[in-house]
């Protein structure tokens, strides 16, 4: 399946819960999966289509995604179409013939079309190996978006009784799932459920006191960045989008108001970067796949959490960390309320009036957002500060006055003029193949480029998100761009493998375990430094690094003369090895800092051994890539499951802290702090 993966999606590893859903649907069984916007929901019945010998039918309410999930497709290599209502009945047939001579992996769908009977009868015609539905919640009758067409599935399992079905959603509550379930006619699913904690989504809330500006001073923020503002009423959307025009900014509105050519322009201007503000009512942006969404603005509370949570979620679906604020005022409340008033049965009527007290109550709460958020969909949150939201990092609402979101934003150490002299290729190739610019390569992938500087095939294929089909299209002109620029900045090795993030360059860890088989071929700092082309002080960095993160190998012999090491490590004694300036002050600058450095190296390599004890260290300094190779489940989240395979092996079955980390591929230290955790370490 990981071959899959990379071929066609450019990844190397799945997501938590992608592999074993996948596994579930190849074993022809039906699955529910609830996962968050951005989680990888789609990969889950996509990669298994390509395993398939039929076709794969998905099934969905929005025609907007439809577009945007077959041109990533094919964009990916993978023969996919849709057949909806922006299409001629000439397109229709044209596609029904592909499917017919299998010509098509994956189908795309509106529930409407399942009501025809003739299409009904076509599907009959077809081996259809797996079908998926989308937006799943809509089933529900107690869900935030019910549509009734979504009623008629349930005639699927009877027409296709040996056809897994997939229901998928990124929010429904325990009543949703089971409704869900049941009105599908589910054989006995797996329900695989990963979590509604977006940690990349910052949730603010702000009084609703001159909004327009306060909206103006946060778009400051964003230069360039694509936003979304959602409005209560289309007289909102409109205010909003020509104030933002007038004040120079690029804003468009998306209302029903507007005809359907009007809107599909703004849509996709949007969605290929030549609009970067779209000012929406709720229509809007359940159909979007734009990845790289930096701000959500709600100008008006929402009518539900469900809505809230389904809507914010168009935010920083690549990981990146993006904001989310809502304008809370007490007086919108009777906006809502006047159509909830309309409402005819008295059972809905109740649920929605609870439905909204719920919002209301999440507005003004003077507690962690993200807690309240997620025990609303029955999923706890021990961290006593979630340090993404106002109220954990103590943002008043009046100190919010001025609007500036004072998150502390992660920083990566990539090269912005490559970023950008990439960027700007990306969108000259989405223009020519008419398609958002995300679908050529996510930011996610050109900053990782200009992290690494992949100058050959092999190393370009290594960067996330570039399998076969994307290099085969744009590596030849991406890693022409990028040596050029190396040779044109004169960029070495040393700078490629700098990096401050967590996860350190392949590079780099090439670097460390070359040094260290070196090491242990006995060869001499300066032969070290000569066979990897690097300088001395270079090699003595590698050195430092191994030590700090446990590795028990010898290295005192790098020190000559060995008189001198004595010396040195008295001084150390004396002083601490935590500051080198001392030591080096003592000598009078007889010795230099690098061969310092390699004596303090000596020295925490003979505690090393002494102690024994060097896995915590390990955890701490060793770099991700060399990690994932011994503990290939090292930095994924714990789930239910592994930690009632950990209370077992440790407290039922004995087994050490080693044997443990063996069987559950992580690290050492990573179980101690587990066990902590549920309460068996003191």
């Not at 039929?54 to 577009?67: D, H, R, Y």
């Not at 925490?604 to 011994?630: F, M, R, W």
């Not at 930095?635 to 407290?651: A, G, Q, V």
């Not at 069987?663 to 179980?671: E, F, K, T, Y």
């Amino acid at each position: 399946m990981k071959t899959l993966l990379k071929k066609y999606f450019g990844y190397d590893s799945f997501r938590p819960l992608q592999e074993e859903v996948i596994t579930n649907i190849l074993q022809k069984k039906d699955s529910f999966v609830l996962m968050p916007t951005g989680s990888g929901k789609s990969l889950c019945y996509q990669l298994p289509a390509l395993k398939f010998e039929g076709l794969t039918i998905v099934i969905s309410p929005l025609i907007a995604l439809m577009k945007d999930q077959v041109d990533s497709l094919k964009a990916n290599g993978i023969s996919a179409e849709y057949i909806n209502s922006s299409l001629s009945n000439k397109e229709i047939q044209a596609i029904k013939i592909k499917v017919l001579e299998g010509m098509i992996k994956i189908l795309y769908i509106a529930p409407e079309r399942l009501a025809m009977e003739s299409f009904k009868e076509f599907l009959k015609r077809i081996n259809i190996s797996l079908i998926a539905i989308d937006e799943a919640h809509c089933i529900s009758e107690w869900g935030h978006d019910f549509r009734p067409e979504y009623r008629n599935l349930s005639y699927l399992k009877k027409l296709f009784s040996k056809t897994p079905i997939i229901a998928l959603t990124a929010t429904a509550t325990k009543q949703v799932i089971d409704d869900i379930i049941n009105h599908l006619s589910l054989e006995s699913p797996s329900i695989f459920i990963s979590g509604f904690n977006r940690k990349n989504l910052n949730l603010v809330v702000l009084k609703k006191q001159d909004s327009f500006h306060k909206i103006l001073n946060m778009l400051k923020e964003y230069p360039d960045e694509s936003a979304i503002i959602y409005c209560f009423s289309r007289k909102d959307s409109e205010f909003i989008s020509k104030g933002l025009r007038k004040h120079g900014l690029n804003a468009l509105p998306y209302h029903a108001g507007l005809n359907n050519e009007t809107r599909k322009q703004n849509q996709e201007m949007f969605i290929q970067d030549k609009v970067n503000i779209i000012v929406a009512t709720i229509a809007f942006g359940m159909g979007i796949n734009k990845p790289d969404v930096r701000l959500i603005i709600h100008h008006t509370f929402p009518k539900t959490l469900e809505g809230y949570y389904q809507e914010i979620g168009r935010a920083g679906r690549d990981g990146l960390q993006s904001d989310c604020v809502l304008f809370y005022s007490r007086g919108d409340k009777s906006r809502h309320e006047y159509f909830i008033e309309k409402i005819e049965d008295p059972i809905v009527k109740l649920n929605a009036r609870t439905k909204l007290a719920k919002v209301i109550s999440y507005c003004e709460s003077a507690s962690c957002r993200r807690k309240y958020l997620l025990e609303y969909f029955d999923e706890a949150f021990q961290e006593p500060n979630c340090k993404g939201c106002d109220a954990c990092l103590g943002f008043s609402q009046t100190e919010n006055s001025d609007s500036s979101l004072r998150f502390s934003k992660p920083t990566l150490n990539y090269d912005l003029r490559l970023f950008e002299l990439l960027r700007a290729m990306r969108k000259k190739f989405a223009v020519e193949k008419r398609v958002a610019p995300y679908m050529i390569f996510s930011d996610v992938s050109l900053q990782e480029m200009a992290i690494y500087f992949p100058r050959i095939e092999s190393e370009f294929l290594k960067i996330r998100g570039v399998g076969m089909r994307k290099l085969r299209d744009f590596g030849e002109s991406f890693l022409q761009a990028i040596n050029n620029y190396i040779k044109e900045h004169d960029i070495s090795t040393l700078n490629i493998t700098k990096s401050d993030c967590r996860k350190k360059s392949r590079y780099l860890a090439e670097y460390y375990q070359k040094t260290k088989e070196l090491i242990l071929e006995k060869q001499s700092l300066d032969k070290i430094a000569e066979i990897q082309n690097i300088k001395e002080n270079r090699a003595v960095y590698y050195i430092e690094k191994l030590i700090d993160c446990g590795e028990k190998i010898n290295i005192a012999y790098l020190f000559q003369p060995q008189e001198c090491l004595e010396k040195i490590k008295s001084v150390f004694e004396k002083f601490g090895i935590r500051r080198l300036a001392p030591v080096y002050d003592y000598f009078n600058r007889q010795f230099s800092y690098d061969q310092l450095r390699l004596a303090r190296a000596i020295i925490k390599s003979e505690e090393i051994k002494a102690d024994g004890n060097s896995d915590a260290k390990a955890d701490n300094y060793l770099p991700e890539v060399i990690i994932k190779k011994n503990f290939f489940n090292a930095y994924e989240s714990w789930t239910n499951e592994d930690d009632s395979k950990l209370k077992i092996m440790y407290y039922s079955e004995k087994k050490s802290i080693s044997e443990i980390a063996a069987i559950l591929a992580r690290q050492p230290g990573s179980i101690r702090s587990r066990l902590k955790k549920i309460g068996f370490f003191d």
